[in-house]
C-alpha cells in the first residue's frame, strides 16, 4: 500500500510543487498590508522611539513593514 | 498578519513605543506570466522583535514569526523587565539560559529530511496555523535559549546585535549577498552535477 502511495506522489512532480506552492499561495494576498488596521502609530527606526517614558517594541525585518510576505 | 490579532495590538498600542526598521532589502521574485501581468513577492524574509528599555537598552529578543498568543506572553513578560532593574535583567537571561533544550535529533539528518519533507508535506499538507506551531516551536525551544545566552553577557543595544541575531539565531547571514540563496538559485538543480 504505501508503495502504491509513493508511486501516486512521486508521480506528481513533488519537487516542482515545493517550488511552487509558496508562490501560488502568495498570488492569493495583497502586495501591501495596511499598516493603520492594526491601529498602532509605527515610528520609523529606533531613535524616533527613545525616551518617551514607555518600554519600546522595536520590530526589525528584512524589506518593510507593510510588505505582506517580509 | 501577526499585528492584525486586537489584544497583540492592543498590548503594543497600551504599554509600547512601537518602531520598525528595515534591516536590509529582501529578496524579491517577479513572475512574469507573459501577458502583461506579473506577480512580485519577497522571499526569506525573516524578522525579530526587540524589547527594550525606554533609552534603548535590550530586555529581551523575539525570535521569527509567532502565534499571536506566544507572542502576547513574550510582550508581558517585556513588560515586567521593563521595571526590573538592569542587573535583574541579566540575571533573569543568565538564568533562563541554563534551561536550553537540546536540538531535537530529527532535526539533524538534513539530507534526509530535504528527500522525506516533500512527501510528508504531500500526504499531510500542513495548514498555515500548522506551520507558525512548528515556527512558534522552534522559537521557544531552539532561538530563545541562544537569545539568552547573548543577552546574559551585557546590557546591549539593538544596533550592536542585529548582525549576530540574524546569524546566530535565525541562520541569515546580512553580509552575505545572496542571503544563502545562491546554491538553491544557482546551483542547477537535479542538473548541476552534470
Known amino acids: 500500500m504505501m508503495n502504491l502511495i509513493l508511486a501516486v506522489l512521486l508521480s506528481q512532480d513533488l519537487a516542482k510543487d515545493e517550488v511552487e506552492a509558496p508562490i501560488k499561495k502568495a498570488a492569493t494576498s495583497p502586495e501591501k498590508f495596511d499598516l493603520s488596521k492594526s491601529g498602532i502609530d509605527w515610528k520609523k527606526g529606533l531613535d524616533a522611539a527613545l525616551h518617551q517614558g514607555k518600554p519600546i517594541l522595536l520590530f526589525q525585518l528584512l524589506g518593510n513593514l507593510d510588505d505582506v510576505h517580509c | ?194
Open chain 2, 1 to 194: 498578519m501577526l499585528f492584525s490579532d486586537k489584544a497583540v495590538a492592543a498590548c503594543i498600542r497600551n504599554n509600547y513605543v512601537a518602531a520598525w526598521e528595515s534591516v536590509r532589502p529582501v529578496p524579491t521574485v517577479e513572475i512574469d506570466f507573459g501577458n502583461g501581468a506579473k506577480l512580485k513577492r519577497t522571499v526569506n524574509g525573516n524578522i525579530a522583535t526587540y524589547l527594550c528599555a525606554p533609552d534603548g537598552r535590550v530586555l529581551d529578543i523575539i525570535p521569527g514569526l509567532n502565534e499571536p498568543k506566544a507572542y502576547l506572553a513574550a510582550l508581558m513578560d517585556g513588560l515586567r523587565l521593563s521595571e526590573a532593574l538592569p542587573e535583574t535583567v541579566l540575571a533573569h537571561h543568565r538564568g533562563s539560559r541554563a534551561v536550553a533544550r537540546p536540538r531535537r535529533l530529527d532535526r539533524l539528518d538534513v539530507g534526509k529530511a530535504m528527500v522525506e519533507r516533500p512527501v510528508k508535506h504531500a500526504l499531510a499538507p500542513k495548514t498555515d496555523a500548522e506551520l507558525l506551531a512548528a515556527d512558534t516551536e522552534v522559537n521557544q525551544t531552539e532561538r530563545k535559549p541562544l537569545i539568552h545566552g547573548i543577552l546574559a553577557e551585557k546590557a546591549y543595544r539593538p544596533a550592536e546585535l542585529t548582525r549576530r541575531i540574524y546569524k546566530d539565531v535565525l541562520h541569515v547571514d546580512l553580509d552575505n549577498p545572496y542571503l544563502g540563496l545562491v546554491s538553491a538559485a544557482f546551483g542547477g538543480g537535479a542538473y548541476g552535477s552534470r
